[in-house]
């Protein structure tokens, strides 16, 4: 069965440098939500979008952005990166908002150095 | 925070054994999720229950909820070394609400 697909899965960037992360989810399912999870830590919502709009927003940086295309795929742009940014950045998609259960991708990696 | 803790935050088991976990959340919820997380890795779906559900079935997992706590708990029967995993409990407060409110977890060692 299709899963949630995430690119890439390993980032290494500079600090001030920018990173987009890719998320594409499972087909027919119109919600994605990114999440952040640092070391050792339960994973933080950043945003979600429903049916390409923006639908909550978590303690997201006024750095990062997302949106979510036409095609239900999602991005999430990074930029002036900071050391502390490093951390796994999940994407999750659901079929309806969250009546049903959310399925995560893989992650990425992000290592700011 | 609107989600509580997970308790207990570690646990080692005998491979057989059962394991439980217990979540702890604030305010009223739509349904509660419980998800496992290997070291690294992404997050696995294991059982949705809705508020007015009381308790669910999954193959060796059991999940409970009881709305006058505010808690639910997961049980994991003749645990293998397999299970040997992060659990997270994660909440969704309302039909407004977009998100999964996740808790601090549970990490679960199976010692053959």
Redesign the interface.
Known sequence: AAGVIQSPRHLIKEKRETATLKCYPIPRHDTVYWYQQGPGQDPQFLISFYEKMQSDKGSIPDRFSAQQFSDYHSELNMSSLELGDSALYFCASSRGQLNTEAFFGQGTRLTVV | SQQGEEDPQALSIQEGENATMNCSYKTSI??L?W?RQNS??????LI?IRSNEREKHSGRLRVTLDTSKKSSSLLITASRAADTASY?CAT?FS?N?????????TTVTVRA
């Open positions: 739509n349904n999720q998800y690294g890795r992404g997050l696995v779906h949705l997270f969704v039909f609400d977009y998100k999964l409110s996740f808790g601090a977890g």
